[in-house]
T-cell receptor, first 115, second 109 residues
């Protein structure tokens, strides 16, 4: 299995631009998570999906952030408009159901810099 | 408020010694707790899971304890090696997975 695949790996964008991060979870996994990691705040859960349905988006910082999961093999995290304080590493992760061992598998992250 | 605290940002030890990392939590009742390793520029990688009814779990040179009364987990690496240098994160499962800020371990030769 290729693992969780994220794109782009690195993105530099100007303030005010729209940013779209993409994720392909591990095939067969029911849960998909979006995390953000910064030096100041560590690894924060933004939102997670179960069977493509958003379950908890309380970690999404503001309305500028949105996430979708149109099918079991694809999810996007969008920031519009982007701001310099959004600069961080964004991780997508997936997990199987309760009988799968509960291990979360992370992608390699999307490194976002907003200037 | 709910918190997950790892004892220190950084821990430096000499090769061959045992590294002990601490994870404390408040206002959570996790069904299980996990430890992950993160190398620079990479995503976290799962190491061990321990359930609320388990006191201790071992895997090779790794040992995890879980005290639900103290609300604490200890993560030990015995006979540490420079290759063990990384950031170690604890994570609690409640309805989802919440992570501590991590402890950066450096093992010096």
């Amino acid at each position: 299995d290729a693992g969780v695949i994220q794109s782009p790996r690195h993105e530099v964008t100007e303030m005010g631009q729209e940013v779209t991060l993409r994720c392909k979870p591990i095939s067969g996994h029911d849960y998909l998570f979006w995390y953000r990691q910064t030096m100041m705040r560590g690894l924060e859960l933004l939102i997670y999906f179960n069977n493509n349905v958003p379950i908890d988006d309380s970690g999404m910082p503001e309305d500028r952030f949105s996430a979708k999961m149109p099918n079991a093999s694809f999810s996007t995290l969008k920031i519009q408009p982007s701001e310099p304080r959004d600069s961080a590493v964004y991780f997508c992760a997936s997990r199987g159901g309760p009988n799968s061992g509960n291990t979360i598998y992370f992608g390699e992250g999307s490194w976002l810099t907003v200037v | 408020s709910q918190k997950i605290e790892q004892n220190s940002e950084a821990l430096n030890i000499q090769e061959g010694k045992t590294a002990t990392l601490t994870c404390n939590y408040t206002n959570y009742s996790p069904a299980y707790l996990q430890w992950y390793r993160q190398d620079p520029g990479r995503g976290p990688v799962f190491l061990l899971l321990i359930r609320e009814n388990e006191k201790e779990k071992r895997k090779e040179r790794l040992k995890v304890t879980f005290d639900t009364t103290l609300k604490q987990s200890l993560f030990h690496i015995t006979a540490s090696q420079p290759a063990d240098s990384a950031t170690y994160l604890c994570a609690l499962h409640v309805n989802d997975m919440r992570f501590g800020a991590g402890t950066r371990l450096t093992v010096k030769p």
